[in-house]
């Protein structure tokens, strides 16, 4: 039970570029999101999914796109990287079908923008 | 919207001692989750402990302990015999009880003392 995993755990990308990062987890959960952390802040909700096929946009979501066509996998696309965007991102899952509900976090990927 | 507030940027503690971090939340939801995630170095998100809103008794897990105060919308975290693995950042959050979306504090760092 490998929990949640994410890949690239680093990446730097040039301004414009555009690129996937992933994230799966094994456990079944039906919800999946996708955070971010700038230096010094708490984590901030970018976009999330109740299911396979339904995903919304949480509080920041300008600039990236999700889909979720499985249960496993919740991948985040960035469009157009722009310098804003460095930051380290977080994917979470959860269930509300679990004892404590909480959110299991992936290592989270360090993306700097140049 | 709803915000989640911690006013301790940093707090310092002796080993063996208690620390009290403070954490203040707006919603006008009746029905919501309140948790502590923490954060070390390897920036993994780690639960520290949750509480349901409909409770009224505090939740606790080993030394860790929290001061639910719906009224006054406070939900305070006390870390007793503080340890040199409890040093890292501490974050509040908010989960409605319909979603699975969680709004953070900025954070508080501990720092534990030998």
């Known amino acids: 039970n490998a929990g949640v995993t994410q890949t690239p755990k680093f990446q730097v990308l040039k301004t414009g570029q555009s690129m996937t990062l992933q994230c799966a987890q094994d456990?079944?959960?039906?919800?999946m999101s996708w955070y971010r952390q700038d230096p010094g802040m708490g984590l901030r909700l970018i976009h999330y999914?109740?299911?396979?096929?339904?995903?919304d946009q949480g509080e920041v979501p300008n600039g990236y796109n999700v889909s979720r066509s499985t249960t496993e996998d919740f991948p985040l696309r960035l469009l157009s990287a722009a310098p804003s965007q460095t930051s380290v991102y977080f994917c979470?899952?959860?269930?509300?079908?679990?004892?404590?509900?909480?959110?299991?976090f992936g290592p989270g990927t360090r993306l700097t923008v140049t | 919207a709803q915000t989640v507030t911690q006013s301790q940027p940093e707090m310092s503690v002796q080993e063996a001692e208690t620390v009290t971090l403070s954490c203040t939340y707006d919603?006008?939801?009746?029905?919501?989750?309140l948790f502590w995630y923490k954060q070390p170095p390897s920036r993994q998100m780690i639960l520290v402990i949750r509480?349901?809103?409909?409770?009224?008794q505090n939740a606790t897990e080993n030394r860790f302990s929290v001061n639910f105060q719906k009224a006054a919308k406070s939900f305070s975290l006390k870390i007793s015999d503080s340890q040199l693995g409890d040093a890292a950042m501490y974050f509040c959050?908010?989960?409605?009880?319909?979603?699975?979306?969680?709004?953070f504090g900025g954070g508080t760092r501990v720092l534990v003392k030998p």
């Open positions: 999914s109740v299911g396979a096929g339904i995903t």
């Open positions: 456990m079944n959960h039906e919800y």
């Open positions: 959050a908010y989960e409605e009880a319909a979603g699975n979306k969680l709004t």
């Open positions: 509480q349901e809103a409909y409770k009224q």
């Open positions: 919603t006008s939801e009746s029905d919501y989750y």
């Open positions: 979470a899952s959860s269930s509300r079908w679990t004892v404590t509900y909480e959110q299991y």
